[in-house]
């Protein structure tokens, strides 16, 4: 019998031959069984994959779009179009393997009809055809046929209208719009066509503070209010650039200017109706604006007192908001009289060295201005000149214009009035 101490001592013995651990001793016939049974467990699974792969499911898809096939050619080479039946859909059930079933989408099914063989305007009952990935089948559909009515293609013109939303400030106002076409060409069944009613921008122009320009999409409207749809209706230009000039109001003063500035405001008075005008413009353009110049007024050709009417000249793009186009401008002379006076003293520029003759030995000559100056008037302190420089190839008597110079002391006050002529005769 073995005791105790000799299962300590083979204990012991065992230990040391592990290099100081206890390892448990596997059994032959233990192994055998645990690989079997992975084996097995291994035929089971794969009994149950191919089972459930090739097992059959269905699927249903419902709104499926009918696609119409070979209509470019029915398009180009009949010059028809679909009316009636383009929007087509159909509910499909598709049968096919779980795993095929559980990997399809709408995207991979195609439903459609083949408009190949149609030949004339008219109304068609087309099958409904389907293409599905390999494996699957159709195994029933909502409707095996749809009808499509087709007419004759055409062209017509329609009117574009624009639709702005915007803010703008309370003294600015949105012009008419500026579009770079008024109509646009539509293409499409003559049935649909002759229910279109015009073409419609949409355009968001936010706030507005000047004039600017924007670009939007057309969109076709019916007679009655509503965006068409069809397909097969197609515009042959899709955008539009519009132009929104952007308008202000201002009342500005009108004024006339001096060709020689002889005249002010101790000599004269100018009287302007109306004095001011209402002008219509783009902001920016009114901001710079100060003053309306009716006209240069020519102190030496007003004879006297005189009331004259002008045509407001308004600047380019702006224009002037009720009341008239017209502005009277009344002159009225004040501590200055006229005094006609003899002028002696002739000088004559002959720059081509004509040979000529004067046919006067002085001119009478009117002067405006204060009478103490007036008085100090005197052939002595006034030169009549005579400019023969422009004539070249002249001869015979001509008249020639003549100007005055007066002494420094009176020219800034003393001009002549009227018109002055000399007649020279050339060759002689």
């Known amino acids: 019998m073995q005791t105790q101490n000799d299962n300590n001592t083979e204990y012991e013995k065992h230990v040391a031959e592990s290099g100081g651990e206890y390892v448990v001793r596997e059994s032959k016939y ?17 009994f149950y994959v191919v089972i459930t792969d090739t097992a059959t499911d269905e699927r249903a898809f419902t709104g ?7 209509l470019e050619t029915v ?76 007419d004759k293609r055409t062209t017509v013109s329609v009117p574009i209208q624009v639709v702005p939303y915007f803010t703008i400030e309370s003294n600015y106002t949105l ?22 009613d015009h073409a419609r921008v949409a355009l968001d122009l936010g706030r507005v503070t000047k004039s600017m320009s924007s670009t939007g999409t057309l969109e076709l409207i019916d007679k009655s209010g509503a965006v068409v749809t069809n397909p097969y209706v ?21 004024t006339v200017s001096y060709k020689y500035n002889y005249y002010n405001s101790t000599n004269v008075n100018v009287t302007i109706s109306p004095s001011t005008v209402r002008i219509k413009g783009e902001p920016d353009l009114l901001d710079s604006l100060s003053a309306i110049t009716l006209t240069q007024l020519d102190e030496k050709k007003i ?25 009277s401008i009344s002159i ?18 002959n720059p081509n060295n004509l040979i000529y003759t004067l046919e006067q030995s002085s001119i009478t000559v009117r002067f405006r201005g ?34 005055f110079t007066l002494a420094d002391a009176l020219s800034a006050s003393v001009y002549e009035i009227g018109d002055y002529k000399l007649s020279v005769t050339i060759g002689k």
């Open 30 to 46: 233990e192994n055998v069984v645990a690989k079997v049974l992975c084996v097995l467990a291994a035929i089971v699974l794969w």
């Open 64 to 70: 499926l779009a009918v696609s119409i096939r070979n």
């Open 75 to 150: 398009e180009e080479s009949l010059g028809l179009s679909v009316i009636t039946g383009y929007d087509s859909t159909v509910d499909l059930t598709v049968t096919g393997t779980k795993s095929e079933i559980s990997r399809i989408s709408a995207d991979d099914i195609s439903v459609y009809v083949d408009v190949k063989d149609i030949t004339a305007p008219g109304e068609y009952t087309l099958e409904v055809r389907t293409s599905l990935p390999g494996g699957m089948t159709a195994s029933s559909i909502s409707s095996n046929y749809i009808t499509l009515y087709v």
């Open 175 to 196: 012009g008419a719009p500026e579009l770079s076409m008024d109509t646009v060409n539509v293409s499409g069944p003559a049935e649909e066509l002759a229910e279109i």
């Open 234 to 254: 197609k515009l042959q230009a899709s955008e539009v650039s519009v132009y929104y000039p952007v308008y202000t109001y201002k009342d500005v003063p009108l």
């Open 303 to 327: 004879l006297g007192d005189t009331t004259q009417s002008v045509t407001i000249p308004v600047p380019d793009n702006t224009e002037i908001v009720g009341g008239s186009r017209t502005a």
């Open 332 to 349: 009225t002379h004040k501590g200055t009289e006229t005094r006609d006076v003899v002028v002696s003293n002739i000088a004559v520029n």
């Open 370 to 403: 204060t009478y103490s100056k007036l008085s100090l008037l005197s052939s002595n302190n006034i030169t009549a000149n005579v400019d023969l420089g422009y004539l070249t190839n002249a001869s015979g008597t001509v008249e020639v214009p003549v100007t």
